[in-house]
């Protein structure tokens, strides 16, 4: 990821902290974590794949 994006991240992280209830961020926390440890790379779209209209 680019520095820029990491950032910008990083400052939304801080405003969900400094604005959202203990118990809500901790679920978005989870919940990202889940989807970062679940995730399965190969099948994302990759450039010159062709995909079905949805």
Same mark, same amino acid.
């Given at each position: 990821? /680019? =520095? /820029?994006? %990491?950032?910008?991240? &990083?400052?939304?992280? +801080?405003?969900? #902290?400094?604005?959202? @209830?203990? +118990? +809500?961020?901790? !679920? %978005? !926390?989870?919940?990202?974590?889940?989807?970062?440890? =679940? +995730?399965?790379? #190969?099948? *994302?779209?990759? &450039?010159? @794949?062709?995909? #079905?209209? *949805?």
């Amino acid at each position: 990821m /680019s =520095e /820029s994006l %990491n950032r910008l991240l &990083a400052e939304l992280h +801080a405003e969900r #902290e400094r604005t959202w @209830d203990p +118990a +809500a961020l901790q !679920v %978005n !926390v989870d919940q990202r974590r889940r989807l970062v440890e =679940e +995730a399965r790379p #190969e099948r *994302f779209v990759k &450039a010159d @794949d062709r995909v #079905e209209p *949805f």
